[in-house]
């Protein structure tokens, strides 16, 4: 059973930085594209940052190219997204996910979500 499991979420100061993990278990993590999406409250889901199964492609939205970074560890099944010169329009609930391809594919699991609150 894929499991994704998000931490590191909080409340933080315009400006500031948040460094968000995805635990993941229950498939091979090394096999398998993920990315990071978020969703802001009454707005659609949206993709933030793509790495491919082997960590050599990266891709962000340009809402957040150069401010965020998606790395992943594949010895401990890790994701993450770190974030720097947070914005109040980050706000959301980030959400970790897996693909079906080591290249890509269609999302298949999604984790429960962690939320990132940008405020003074």
């Known amino acids: 059973q894929v499991q994704l499991v998000e931490s590191g979420g909080g409340l933080v100061q315009p400006g500031g930085s948040l460094r968000l993990s995805c635990a993941a278990s229950?498939?091979?993590?090394?096999?398998?594209?993920m990315s990071w999406y978020r969703q802001a409250p009454g707005k659609e889901r949206e993709l933030v940052a793509f790495i491919r199964s082997t960590g050599e492609y990266t891709n962000y939205s340009e809402l957040v190219k150069g401010r965020f970074t998606i790395s992943r560890d594949n010895a401990k099944n890790t994701l993450y997204l770190q974030m720097n010169s947070l914005k109040p329009e980050d706000t959301a609930v980030y959400f970790c996910?897996?693909?079906?391809?080591?290249?890509?594919?269609?999302?298949?699991?999604w984790g429960q979500g962690a939320q990132v609150t940008v405020s003074s």
């Open positions: 996910t897996k693909h079906l391809w080591a290249h890509g594919g269609r999302a298949t699991d």
């Open positions: 229950g498939f091979t993590f090394r096999q398998n594209a």
